[in-house]
T-cell receptor, first 110, second 110 residues
Framework: NTGVTQTPKFRILKIGQSMTLQCTQD?????MYWYRQDPGMGLKLIYYSVGAGITDKGEVPNGYNVSRSTTEDFPLRLELAAPSQTSVYFC?????????FGPGTRLTVT | RKEVEQDPGPFNVPEGATVAFNCTYS??????FFWYRQDCRKEPKLLMS???SGNEDGRFTAQLNRASQYISLLIRDSKLSDSATYLC???????????FGKGTRLHILP
């Protein structure tokens, strides 16, 4: 198993652009999560999914969308990038409550 | 009271010393407890689970105090490689909501 993979590793966006952050896991975990982590701050949950076809909002969902068409993939979509979305984005998956994280995507919006 | 609270530190500790830090949680119905480690600019990684009876893994000991609603992490014979941010994670309530603390920064000094 390679675990949780995320692409891209880095990205710079201009205000108003859109992009999709990819997340894939090969552990057959039902639960998947998207977090953002601002410098010096804790993790904030954006969206999560308890299985294919099911998604729910977390603490900070505004400005983001997700889909979960397969067990393996959980992409995060930014439609109109704003400077406030500059952050490091982590995807995670779990079988129960012990989460396994991907390496993160560093996003800068200028 | 915040759901999960940690002293942000930093804790500056000489190599070889013993260091301990706590994490308090507000929901007495919390079920599961974990310590994660996050290195600078990396993803969080599960360090250890915290059981009611305590948990020891080499130089690391985690304990749970339900009466006072806190968990602790003790690191003995600290190494330079222990320098990291330690995140407390608590699952809360029947919906297993996962809550991350903001972390405690630990610097081991040579």
């Amino acid at each position: 198993n390679t675990g949780v993979t995320q692409t891209p590793k880095f990205r710079i966006l201009k205000i108003g652009q859109s992009m999709t952050l990819q997340c894939t896991q090969d552990m057959n975990h039902n639960y998947m999560y998207w977090y953002r982590q601002d410098p010096g701050m804790g993790l904030k949950l954006i969206y999560y999914s308890v299985g294919a076809g099911i998604t729910d909002k977390g603490e900070v969902p505004n400005g983001y969308n997700v889909s979960r068409s397969t067990t393996e993939d959980f992409p995060l979509r930014l439609e109109l990038a704003a400077p406030s979305q500059t952050s490091v984005y982590f995807c995670a998956s779990s079988y129960s409550v012990e989460q396994y994280f991907g390496p993160g995507t560093r996003l800068t919006v200028t | 009271r915040k759901e999960v609270e940690q002293d942000p530190g930093p804790f500056n500790v000489p190599e070889g010393a013993t260091v301990a830090f706590n994490c308090t949680y507000s929901n007495s119905a919390s079920q599961s407890f974990f310590w994660y480690r996050q290195d600078c600019r990396k993803e969080p990684k599960l360090l250890m689970s915290v059981y009611s009876s305590g948990n020891e893994d080499g130089r690391f000991t985690a304990q749970l105090n339900r009466a006072s609603q806190y968990i602790s992490l003790l690191i003995r014979d600290s190494k330079l490689s222990d320098s990291a941010t330690y995140l407390c994670v608590v699952t809360s309530g029947r919906d297993d909501k996962i809550i991350f603390g903001k972390g405690t920064r630990l610097h081991i000094l040579p």
